[in-house]
Nanobody, 127 residues
């Protein structure tokens, strides 16, 4: 299994960036896809996740209303559209995949819920 995150870089406060996560080696639609981020000296933080059928969950405190997660099952790719960027969004962003184990499985929000991880992509937001 490989998860390849891309699209990070330098953004300006108030601007936008779009991250992509290309997955291979797994039955993509059978996995939740999640985005996490980790700033220097901080723990890895849940950002957003999306189920195979499109159910979504966001970190209510930090990104809801600004970020949008989506997926294209035909392309085995998940996306994170980041709008209204803030300097505090600066972090390494990781995509991850969690196998959907039951039809009633809740959207996973903790790192230990995820089976596979990408390598991370740096996002830096300047003020």
């Amino acid at each position: 299994v490989q998860l390849q995150a891309s699209g990070g870089g330098l953004g300006q406060a108030g601007g936008s960036l779009r991250l992509s996560c290309a997955a291979s080696g797994l039955a993509f639609s059978s996995y939740f896809m999640g985005w996490f981020r980790q700033a220097p000296g901080k723990e890895r933080e849940f950002v957003a996740a999306i189920g195979g059928s499109g159910v979504r969950k966001y970190n209510e405190n930090s990104v809801k209303g600004r970020f949008a997660i989506s997926r294209d099952n035909a392309k085995n790719t998940a996306y994170l559209q980041m709008n209204s960027l803030r300097p505090e969004d600066t972090a390494v962003y990781y995509c991850a995949a969690s196998r959907i184990r039951s039809i009633i499985m809740a959207v996973p929000t903790t790192p230990t819920d995820y089976d596979y991880w990408g390598q991370g992509t740096q996002v830096t937001v300047s003020s």
